[in-house]
């Protein structure tokens, strides 16, 4: 079931904070997330696993709560470079690696100067 | 060169047309994904191959076939293309593991059907 996806865009200022989240009405073991840019393939961000856990990538972090079917991405101090479209993947039930990921619709993200 | 590459990057062609997409990918991966991209609906989903001998259905499979000739090289095939299958075709790939791991996407094939 696709994972829903808020907000759909987003407009920042650069140095302004972002929130996106991925929400599922299913039991989750893994949250994806990906960025992709206008013209270009999507690329690797994080994978958070059943277990609560919290990432980071240099100023981009992600939460992921699995009894409430949610992940968050936080973007902090947003660069020019973090505009684009971020779309998280998930992995159903108690464990994962037996089929593909299960994109949302994808957050548009702009940063304005 | 590109760990994945997809080929053709662009193909325009006409209702009732077989066509094939192709891809080749030189990280050594077990696993190969098929993704569709349309404005507004994300990435779906629509084979996935964990080894030359295993092929599965993703959630938009109909109208499309696939066929793994190698572990580096997976191609995606519309029988008889249709107007609405024009969109963006992403090849993925992964390491095998205990959960779906880090995807690493080719550069796209659009393909639109007139």
């Known amino acids: 079931q696709q994972p829903v996806q808020s907000p759909q865009a987003v407009i920042l200022r650069e140095g302004e904070d972002a929130v996106i989240n991925c929400s599922s009405s299913k039991a989750l073991y893994s949250v994806h997330w990906y960025r992709q840019k206008h013209g270009e393939a999507p690329v690797f961000l994080m994978i958070?696993?059943?277990?609560?856990e919290q990432k980071g990538h240099e100023k981009i972090s992600a939460s992921f709560n699995e009894k409430k079917q949610q992940s968050s991405l936080y973007l902090t101090a947003s660069q020019l470079s973090y505009s684009g479209t971020y779309f998280c993947g998930t992995e159903e039930g108690e464990s994962g690696g037996a089929d593909g990921l299960t994109f949302g619709k994808g957050t548009h993200l702009i940063i304005q100067p | 060169d590109a760990d994945v590459t997809q080929t053709p990057r662009n193909r325009i062609t006409k209702t009732g047309k077989r066509i094939m997409l192709e891809c080749s990918q030189t990280?050594?991966?077990?696993?190969m994904y098929w993704y569709r991209q349309d404005p507004g609906l994300g990435l779906r989903l629509i084979y996935y191959?964990?080894?030359?001998?295993?092929?599965n259905k993703g959630e938009i499979s109909d109208g499309y076939s696939v066929s793994r000739q190698a572990q580096a090289k997976f191609s995606l095939s519309l029988e008889s293309a249709i107007p609405n299958q024009t969109a963006l075709y992403f090849c993925?790939?992964?390491?095998?593991?205990?959960?779906?791991?880090?995807?690493?996407f080719g550069e796209g094939s659009r393909l639109t059907v007139l």
């Open positions: 993925a790939t992964s390491l095998a593991g205990v959960a779906t791991g880090e995807l690493f």
């Open positions: 990280k050594g991966h077990d696993r």
């Open positions: 191959s964990f080894d030359v001998k295993d092929i």
């Open positions: 958070l696993l059943k277990g609560g």
